[in-house]
């Protein structure tokens, strides 16, 4: 196919064409996928819900629990993760340790 024959406007339309056509393929052999899997699962006396489960899985990060506390300040929590906050600096610099604060 010489592609320099063509106009801006039909380079454009056989852009279009041509995406459409590969999203239409991956969703057939998405589909085509699925269905031998769920095939196999019958095979083995499973059904595909029961393979996978139910349950939603947990999405994101969790928050980590504090395990430090500030002595003066019990409000005041740090879970020993990312930047030093400046109380415990200050307690640092004060000549304690960590230990002074921990949960």
């Known amino acids: 196919m010489d592609l320099s024959a063509f106009s801006l406007a039909q380079l454009k339309k056989l852009q279009d064409e041509v995406a459409i056509a590969i ?3 991956e969703k057939r052999k998405k589909a ?3 269905a031998a899997v769920e095939e196999a699962a019958r095979a083995a006396g499973f059904s595909l819900k029961e393979l996978l489960g139910d349950e939603k899985l947990p999405k994101g990060k969790t928050k980590a629990a504090p395990k430090y506390a500030n002595p003066a300040d019990a409000a005041q929590t740090w879970t020993g993760r990312g930047r030093k906050p400046k109380w415990v600096e200050e307690l ?3 000549g ?3 230990d002074d604060a921990a949960i």
Do not use: T, V
């Open 23 to 25: 999203f239409n393929y």
């Open 32 to 34: 085509e996928a699925l």
């Open 92 to 94: 640092l610099a004060s």
């Open 96 to 98: 304690k340790s960590l």
